[in-house]
């Protein structure tokens, strides 16, 4: 039997979705009117026209020119594989039926995978000629929605299940705008211009509808994992018809899907004009492969130095192109239509970089100012009284050892350099073939290089001597006591001397405060100053050097990461200046200690995935755009070289960026574009370019550009903005920050898109599309980084603030607002593998409040950084045994754990595979740690668990509800 057969109501969730709840795009949308409850804007009130008789159908669905351009044709989605077992049912006569249920299953959409509407890269993104955009329920396939509220059955299981009372499932409509076709091109070797694109006017987007948030409570937070509205391009927009030509949302997304034509009309609207960017989505090549330009052929606009991509126009018989940035007419390249490997004409149209929006180009010898450098990594080792006691020393270097395969070395030119750090700086010299040297400096103030070679040790040709030095070196630090001096200032400097003529990275690994010139630190860190007006000072530099120091390393192509480990104060936001202007990251372990094994376990899988990612040298991002808009202000871990130019010595694969957008000319083209271009060099020594282009339409009304706007990318560049905002003036002022463009977004929908209740006691009514966005905006202001606490160490808030300014997107909401799951009646498929993809099926998630967690219940937090399993005090004993081999629940230990998994319990099985799923992250070295949290056991450790609940008041905190209220009462 399979799953859809065992809880029918579980998998009819909406008609729109296929049985493996994912969209079907294939089917042409029905015009359906906007469901019960939904008010159309006042742009969208007329009589709805028809579709436009002249927008044809294409002929093909374009896999013809997907597989001219090597990229797979779409793959239609599989339906959910049969479950495997029903779950089991426990002994709960004795206990109550609670009132808590998941509220994802008892209403809105079912969960959608991300990946399967903006996939990875090669698989077809969401286009206007495809699917309709629902904004009750993201992109449907025309099917009409369902009357009927699903929900799981009842069956009992650790305590049963009980439905929430009042509580009702979010409506799913089709969209009632238009099917936007493109029409035939003439492919397949013709170069006739595209024909003429309509105005902006002619364009039907997205439209809009209204809803009230305050009775959208609790929300449907399944809905985060639905696309933002599709960007809806005019017919003939790209000179191919390949699904791939619009960039596809994890390389970049952009606040708006319907751009204001005038900088007067972005200014009215209060919605911030930005861009998300993450060039790279996982920490390895071949996990993602980006098409590639094989030939040297490098097509770009004489004026503006944009590249040649799907949006532009060729004219004079295919001759020249029109740039789609600034107009300028271009020659078109005479070998561009020849094959000079196989000396053979090739069909243009089959080129990649007519056919992806995502492409590299192998940048000829004239984009090299010298020789590709090699990937050297100079480590930084703490080896002071400390380190050596947490046993910091011994995991590094066993972690390095073990990972000496894993570091990239194609081309087998990569270095390594060993520095140890305490009152002096002792340094590792090995020749190939020799035994390792150790070389002790004691002269802090000039340090200097005490030997002119073999300090730097190639990985190929000194593989043996490196493996001797990493296996002995614990032991050679084993008479350190007492020594509490740090002298990481003077150290960084001899590292700089040794690979700045280089380049390469510079990983330091800290287990105490740096307390020698230069970069000498005072402990500062006084309770009483918590959460008071000084606690903003907090947050910025305590010593010049860093920020001076990060300047000479981006000069050199040098960059900083760095890995603190103190169990005491250590000045984390002065620190973290190195990686922010160096394009690093700062990862932070409070209290680790080697001889727990979940620390240990952490440290070494994070810093081995650290040192085998992939990393882009010498690189360089410039973000061109069409005439009329130009890129403001840029928010990441960079080095801004000009006003639009940021240099990376390396560039990382897990960290995204920001940039925020401005319009300076009334824009007159029916779509613009922008155009990132990264340009780098690969670990194996290449030199290429990677170009990233995204076309977004124009509308000159206000209601267009609200009903396509992006809450998740709007809520992203706010957690850009709060980061920058905090370390420079403090909490408060970047709170205020993001809660005031919120208020001033529903402020300006209530005064120019609502016609009726006005008044004082008014509902707070927003576009559907922006309906979590309040939720996004409380989480964010909830979050350990820029909460109103006195009770939050300034390191940890530090840590979380770096986090916040750096994560993908895809980890960022997740950090932010994070994933609550019920692990005591889990779904018959949950925790075992789907037979089509392989991968471990999770359950639904819930909302974060304690209203829905039961006091005999199993639950798990994760918000990708840290994960927390939650046992009710009147857990049943048989859940206890299943779950941890113990016979009641007060021999489950609390805090930082491993869950065992359980001989005989097909219960343990499956919550260590979801456990374990949860830690897979292709895009992130992050290993997440578990904590056991018991509701009777200890409070400082609930407390901690519970401010994750965000729409729960806690911790100085509004609750939800409230937070809307306060809305409402802000903009009456």
């Given at each position: 039997m399979s799953a859809s057969q065992q809880n029918p109501s579980y998998f009819q969730a909406n008609n729109a979705y296929s049985a493996s709840g994912v969209p079907q795009y294939g089917i042409p949308a029905q015009v359906a009117p906007p469901p019960a409850g939904v008010q159309l804007g006042i742009s969208q009130q007329a009589q709805q026209p028809g579709i436009p008789s002249d927008i044809a159908a294409p002929a093909g669905d374009g896999s013809e020119l997907s597989a001219a351009a090597g990229v797979a044709p779409p793959q239609h989605d599989q339906p959910i594989a049969a479950a495997h077992k029903s779950r089991r049912a426990y002994a709960v006569e004795q206990y109550a039926y609670g009132s808590g249920a998941i509220a994802n299953d008892l209403g809105g959409t079912p969960p959608v995978d991300p990946s399967a509407v903006a996939a990875p890269y090669g698989q077809p993104a969401i286009t206007a000629e495809t699917s309709t955009y629902s904004p009750m329920g993201g992109v449907t396939s025309g099917m009409q929605p369902s009357s009927s509220t699903p929900g799981i059955p009842a069956t009992p299981a650790y305590g049963g299940y009980q439905p929430i009372a009042g509580q009702t499932a979010a409506v799913s409509t089709s969209s009632s705008g238009f099917v936007q076709q493109f029409s035939n091109l003439g492919l397949g070797g013709s170069t006739a211009s595209k024909a003429a694109t309509p105005a902006p006017s002619s364009i039907p987007l997205n439209q809009l509808y209204n809803i009230d948030l305050l009775q959208q409570t609790p929300p449907t937070i399944s809905d985060l994992s639905l696309p933002p509205p599709p960007i809806i391009l005019p017919p003939n927009a790209s000179v191919t018809n390949n699904p791939n030509v619009n960039c596809p949302l994890p390389y970049m997304r952009s606040t708006l899907n319907a751009v204001p034509t005038s900088s007067?009309?972005?200014?009215?609207?209060?919605?911030?004009?930005?861009?998300?960017?993450?060039?790279?989505?996982?920490?390895?090549?071949?996990?993602?492969?980006v098409p590639v330009v094989s030939d040297s052929i490098i097509s770009r606009c004489r004026r503006c130095r944009s590249y040649i991509n799907p949006f532009i126009t060729f004219i004079d018989q295919g001759h020249k192109w029109r740039c789609n940035m600034c107009n300028l007419t271009n020659d078109v390249p005479t070998a561009f239509d020849w094959d000079a490997r196989n000396q053979k004409q090739v069909d243009r149209w089959s080129r990649v970089e007519l056919n992806n929006s995502v492409v590299e180009f192998v940048a000829p010898p004239e984009y090299m100012v010298r020789p590709p450098q090699p990937l050297v990594y100079a480590f930084l080792i703490d080896v002071s009284a400390p380190a050596i006691a947490s046993g910091l020393v011994a995991t590094t270097a066993r972690t390095i050892l073990e990972s000496l395969d894993r570091i990239p070395n194609k081309d087998k030119r990569t270095r390594l350099a060993f520095i140890g750090v305490s009152s002096s700086l002792h340094y590792f010299s090995v020749a190939p073939g020799s035994v390792p040297n150790m070389l002790v400096v004691s002269d802090l103030e000039e340090p200097f290089l005490p030997v002119p070679h073999n300090l730097m040790m190639s990985l190929?040709?000194?593989?043996?001597?490196?493996?001797?030095?990493?296996?002995?070196?614990?032991?050679?630090?084993?008479?350190?006591?007492?020594?509490?001096?740090?002298?990481?200032?003077?150290?960084?400097?001899?590292?700089?001397?040794?690979?700045?003529?280089?380049?390469?990275?510079?990983?330091?690994?800290?287990?105490?405060?740096?307390?020698?010139?230069?970069?000498?630190?005072?402990?500062?860190?006084?309770?009483?100053?918590?959460?008071?007006?000084?606690?903003?000072?907090?947050?910025?530099?305590?010593?010049?050097?860093?920020?001076?120091?990060?300047?000479?390393?981006?000069?050199?192509?040098?960059?900083?990461?760095?890995?603190?480990?103190?169990?005491?104060?250590?000045?984390?936001?002065?620190?973290?200046?190195?990686?922010?202007?160096?394009?690093?990251?700062?990862?932070?372990?409070?209290?680790?200690?080697?001889?727990?094994?979940?620390?240990?376990?952490?440290?070494?899988?994070?810093?081995?995935?650290?040192?085998?990612?992939?990393?882009?040298?010498?690189?360089?991002?410039?973000?061109?755009?069409?005439?009329?808009?130009?890129?403001?202000?840029?928010?990441?871990?960079?080095?801004?070289?000009?006003?639009?130019?940021?240099?990376?010595?390396?560039?990382?694969?897990?960290?995204?960026?920001?940039?925020?957008?401005?319009?300076?000319?009334?824009?007159?083209?029916?779509?613009?574009?922008?155009?990132?271009?990264?340009?780098?060099?690969?670990?194996?020594?290449?030199?290429?370019?990677?170009?990233?282009?995204?076309?977004?339409?124009?509308?000159?009304?206000?209601?267009?550009?609200?009903?396509?706007?992006?809450?998740?990318?709007?809520?992203?560049?706010?957690?850009?903005?709060?980061?920058?905002?905090?370390?420079?003036?403090?909490?408060?002022?970047?709170?205020?920050?993001?809660?005031?463009?919120?208020?001033?977004?529903?402020?300006?929908?209530?005064?120019?898109?609502?016609?009726?209740?006005?008044?004082?006691?008014?509902?707070?009514?927003?576009?559907?599309?922006?309906?979590?966005?309040?939720?996004?905006?409380?989480?964010?202001?909830?979050?350990?980084?820029?909460?109103?606490?006195?009770?939050?160490?300034?390191?940890?808030?530090?840590s979380a603030l770096n986090l916040i300014g750096t994560l993908p997107v895809k980890y960022l909401m997740q950090y932010i607002h994070a994933d609550l799951y019920c692990l005591h009646s889990l779904p018959a498929e949950a925790g075992y593998p789907d037979e089509a993809t392989g991968e471990i099926v999770l359950p639904p998630k819930m909302n974060l409040t304690s209203a829905l967690i039961q006091r005999y219940g199993l639950y798990l937090i994760d918000d990708g950084q840290t994960e927390f399993l939650w046992v009710g005090r009147e857990a049943v004993p048989q859940l206890i045994m299943d779950v941890w081999g113990l016979p009641s629940l007060e021999h489950v230990k609390t805090g930082k754990a491993s869950l065992p998994v359980v001989e005989g319990s097909e219960l343990s099985k499956r919550i260590n595979a979801i456990v374990g799923k949860l830690r897979e992250k292709k895009g992130s070295i992050v290993w997440p740690n578990l904590y056991v949290v018991r509701e009777d056991g200890d409070p400082a450790l609930k407390l901690w668990a519970s401010t994750f609940l965000i729409e729960d008041r806690a911790d100085m905190g509004q609750s939800y509800m409230e937070f809307l209220t306060g809305m409402r009462e802000r903009i009456s």
């Open positions: 007067s009309l972005l200014k009215k609207s209060k919605i911030p004009f930005a861009l998300i960017i993450q060039p790279y989505t996982t920490l390895r090549a071949e996990e993602a492969p190929t040709d000194c593989r043996q001597g490196i493996e001797t030095l990493l296996s002995k070196m614990s032991d050679m630090f084993t008479n350190t006591t007492g020594t509490t001096t740090n002298a990481m200032g003077p150290a960084l400097k001899a590292a700089h001397q040794l690979i700045g003529n280089i380049g390469g990275k510079i990983i330091c690994l800290m287990a105490s405060l740096p307390n020698v010139n230069p970069g000498k630190l005072e402990p500062r860190d006084d309770k009483k100053s918590m959460g008071s007006s000084v606690d903003k000072s907090l947050l910025h530099t305590q010593n010049s050097f860093y920020k001076s120091f990060a300047v000479e390393c981006s000069k050199s192509q040098v960059s900083v990461d760095m890995f603190l480990f103190s169990a005491v104060y250590q000045d984390v936001a002065s620190l973290s200046n190195l990686p922010r202007y160096t394009s690093g990251q700062t990862y932070f372990y409070p209290g680790w200690n080697a001889g727990r094994p979940e620390d240990a376990i952490k440290f070494a899988h994070e810093f081995s995935e650290h040192l085998s990612m992939e990393v882009a040298l010498e690189a360089v991002l410039r973000v061109r755009a069409t005439n009329g808009v130009r890129m403001s202000t840029f928010y990441g871990n960079f080095f801004t070289r000009s006003s639009d130019l940021c240099a990376f010595p390396s560039f990382p694969r897990d960290q995204s960026y920001a940039v925020e957008v401005a319009i300076d000319e009334t824009i007159t083209k029916p779509f613009i574009s922008l155009q990132a271009a990264v340009l780098h060099t690969t670990c194996e020594g290449e030199r290429r370019i990677r170009v990233i282009t995204l076309a977004i339409p124009t509308t000159s009304s206000l209601a267009d550009v609200y009903a396509s706007a992006d809450q998740v990318a709007i809520s992203a560049y706010f957690a850009q903005r709060a980061a920058e905002k905090a370390f420079s003036a403090g909490i408060q002022d970047a709170r205020d920050l993001v809660v005031t463009r919120l208020a001033e977004m529903l402020q300006t929908y209530r005064k120019e898109l609502m016609t009726s209740n006005v008044g004082a006691s008014a509902p707070l009514q927003f576009c559907s599309n922006l309906r979590l966005l309040p939720l996004l905006v409380l989480a964010l202001v909830k979050n350990v980084g820029l909460r109103k606490s006195a009770q939050i160490p300034v390191d940890l808030r530090a």
